[in-house]
């Protein structure tokens, strides 16, 4: 490799790392801890295997699979500015958009609504930690800036109600945050959703509307109780 070749190749990282630290930097500096951990992954994935999670893997007495490969960058609760409270989890698998795949973490019905571009919601009719009730799990930015989806084509837009196995591919992870000049990095963003009492999941972006998913992976994902670490099995 030519000297000359070396920085060009460190641009994409260089921007990934800078867009990472400006999207979830800007405000009250809650996860700043966490952020600086999620920059050193997407550096340098390989010197911080011991954090990486695995795609199918369960934590003892868990009922959910693991979605995807990579690290858990931010958790429930977590703020990246003022006001806003982080609805679920962000997985960081170190690699390019359309690279790492994400798979269902628990069996259910999918749905992708027609306008849903990088995202796939799975509803459970039966919570595994409280069968009364109905869960559903959203699945998100699969995708690339532009919108060019991730999403397996076996589940196109408008589809409804089809049955999923845990472990079942839904997609790979991407950077869409519906502007293309201003990505995420790429990561699978995952979500559990209450259900609004009458079938229908809410809206998942307030966290009133969201479940603490810690006892569905069995892993440390409050950032009431974990401040700064980042997650693994307990």
Known sequence: M???????????VAIAVAGIYLYFTQGSGKSAARTVQVIDW???????????????????????????????GYIWDDSFRPGHRHSGLDIFGGTDVG?????AAYSGYLTRQADWISTVIIRVPEDPLEPSRQIWV????MADPNGNSFVSPEFPQGTKEVFVEAGTF???????????????????????????GFGNFLNELEIKNTY??????????????????????E
């Open 2 to 12: 030519s000297k000359k070749t070396f920085p060009i190749l460190m641009i994409p």
């Open 42 to 72: 997407i550096r340098n994935p390989a010197s911080f295997s011991s954090l990486m999670m695995t795609s199918g893997s369960k934590c003892a007495g868990a009922p959910f699979i693991f979605p995807t490969n990579g690290m858990v």
């Open 99 to 103: 690279v790492t795949p994400v798979v």
């Open 138 to 141: 959203y699945y998100t930015h």
């Open 170 to 196: 839904l997609g790979y992870q991407g950077n869409y945050s519906g502007d293309p000049a201003n990505p995420v990095g790429v990561h699978l963003h995952i979500s559990v959703v209450k259900d609004d």
């Open 212 to 233: 603490d998913p810690s006892p569905y992976f069995g892993m440390p994902l409050n950032a009431n109780e974990n401040k700064d670490s980042i997650p693994v099995c």
